[in-house]
Structures are given as structure tokens and as C-alpha cells.
Nanobody
Framework: QVQLVESGGGLVQAGGSLRLSCAASGSIFSINGMGWYRQAPEKQRELVASITRRGNTNYADSVKGRFTVSRDNAKNTVYLQMNSLKPEDTAVYYC??????????????WGQGTQVTVSS
């Protein structure tokens, strides 16, 4: 059984910073892409940032220059450093990972979500 457990959300004032973490545990052979999505009330879930196993990154235009995604492959953990936060960044943030439990079996997993609220 594979689990993704997120931490680091909370309430912050506009202009502040937060760091999210997401640790994968369980039966893991290797992890390919990892990423962060967010969903605001009455909006669709959207990709925020992603990172490959080798460290190649991709960001939504709305967070470029403010957010940084990173990962620690030894710890099966992905991070999202969020700086210069804006009220429009308020959402539930979910981590996602493509995990190989064996050499021939993979699946996409989601974390439970962590609330990020940015006050103006």
C-alpha cells in the first residue's frame, strides 16, 4: 500500500511564504514524476508545478518566479516552496506521484490535500 502524506499548509498573509512537503511511503520500487496541484472553491484542479526524477521542472505561468518545486529521491519526498503568496493562491494543494511498486506495475497516487489560505 502506497501513501502520500502532505504537510506544511496553513494561513499566511499576502507576501508571505510557506513550504509544503509530501512524503511517499509503502511498497515503492521507484518514483517517476512528482508534482503539486491545487483546487480553489468552484474551480477545477490545476497543475502548479512538477518535477521529474532527474530534476526537470515545469510551472504554471501564474506561479513562475514565486514557487519552487524540488525533491529528495532518497526520502521519496517532494517539496513546494511558495514565496510572495497572493490571495489568489488560496486553495487546497494536492501532491501527485507516479509510483512503481515493482518493475512492471505503476500507478498515480494523490495526497489527501492541505489547505493554503492567503489573507489580503
Amino acid at each position: 500500500q502506497v501513501q502520500l502524506v502532505e504537510s506544511g499548509g496553513g494561513l499566511v498573509q499576502a507576501g508571505g511564504s510557506l513550504r509544503l512537503s509530501c512524503a511517499a511511503s509503502g511498497s515503492i520500487f521507484s518514483i517517476n514524476g512528482m508534482g503539486w496541484y491545487r483546487q480553489a472553491p468552484e474551480k477545477q484542479r490545476e497543475l502548479v508545478a512538477s518535477i521529474t526524477r532527474r530534476g526537470n521542472t515545469n510551472y504554471a505561468d501564474s506561479v513562475k518566479g514565486r514557487f519552487t518545486v524540488s525533491r529528495d529521491n532518497a526520502k521519496n519526498t517532494v517539496y513546494l516552496q511558495m514565496n510572495s503568496l497572493k490571495p489568489e493562491d488560496t486553495a487546497v494543494y494536492y501532491c501527485n506521484a507516479l509510483i512503481w511498486a515493482t518493475t512492471f506495475s505503476s500507478a498515480a497516487y494523490w495526497g489527501q490535500g492541505t489547505q493554503v489560505t492567503v489573507s489580503s
